[in-house]
């Protein structure tokens, strides 16, 4: 069974760094595309970055030079490493994990608040 | 890459249908037979309904359709039921620098 299990939301304050992991099983992360997707209070889903199978990456213009997505082969974990965070980072991050055959997210995690306020 | 539009609401009756857009550009709906929908009740991560604009994954309810015209999809919900009222989600694939290109989403209330 697939599963996807985020962790290490909070509260920071703006301009500070928080790393968000997402721990997979059921697959190995390596083999596929993953993403994180972000929601913010009462809002819609926006994509954020993604890691395909081969390491390449993208990000969305709104972070962009701020945030870096990474994996751990070994730990089958993703990871999205969040630097100058700003209020309008505010969000419910989620892990989702990409099927490329039909360019959609098949799994997501459960979501991991971040919360940027002073 | 802006975000596809979607009505911010919608409604019906139980066992009525109800119709969802959800509008792009030739960049992103319009340029791939890539449009996903998503389903989200509240507090809960979306779920995957409709995948390439009209096929859905195993145990969705063929009570959920899809399709696409132009620039825009459309996700169709017939015989609306309680569990149906819920926040919608359309996406599209916009090439490998941006694999998903959300809406805004739209809220299901079933009357």
């Known amino acids: 069974e697939v599963q996807l299990v985020e962790t290490g939301g909070g509260l920071i304050q703006p301009g500070g760094s928080l790393r968000l992991s997402c721990a997979a099983s059921?697959?190995?992360?390596?083999?596929?595309?993953m993403s994180w997707v972000r929601q913010a209070p009462g809002k819609g889903l926006e994509w954020v970055s993604v890691i395909y199978s081969g390491g390449s990456t993208s990000y969305a213009d709104s972070v962009k030079g701020r945030f870096t997505i990474s994996r751990d082969n070994s730990k089958n974990t993703l990871y999205l490493q969040m630097n100058s965070l700003r209020a309008e980072d505010t969000a419910v991050y989620y892990c989702?994990?990409?099927?490329?055959?039909?360019?959609?997210?098949?799994?997501w995690g459960q979501g991991t608040l971040v919360t940027v306020s002073s | 890459q802006s975000a596809l539009t979607q009505p911010p609401s919608a409604s019906g009756s139980p066992g009525q249908s109800v119709t969802i857009s959800c509008t792009g550009t030739?960049?992103?709906?319009?340029?791939?037979?890539?449009v996903s929908w998503y389903q989200q009740h509240p507090g809960k991560a979306p779920k995957l309904m409709i995948y390439e604009v009209s096929k859905r994954p195993s145990g969705v309810p063929d009570r959920f359709s899809g399709s696409k015209s132009g620039n825009t999809a459309s996700l169709t919900v017939s015989g609306l039921q309680a569990e149906d009222e819920a926040d919608y989600h359309c996406?599209?694939?916009?090439?490998?620098?941006?694999?998903?290109?959300f809406g805004t989403g739209t809220k299901v209330t079933v009357l």
């Open positions: 059921g697959f190995t992360v390596s083999s596929i595309y």
């Open positions: 030739s960049s992103d709906v319009g340029g791939y037979n890539y």
């Open positions: 989702a994990r990409g099927n490329w055959n039909e360019r959609t997210v098949d799994s």
């Open positions: 996406s599209s694939y916009a090439g490998s620098n941006t694999p998903y290109v």
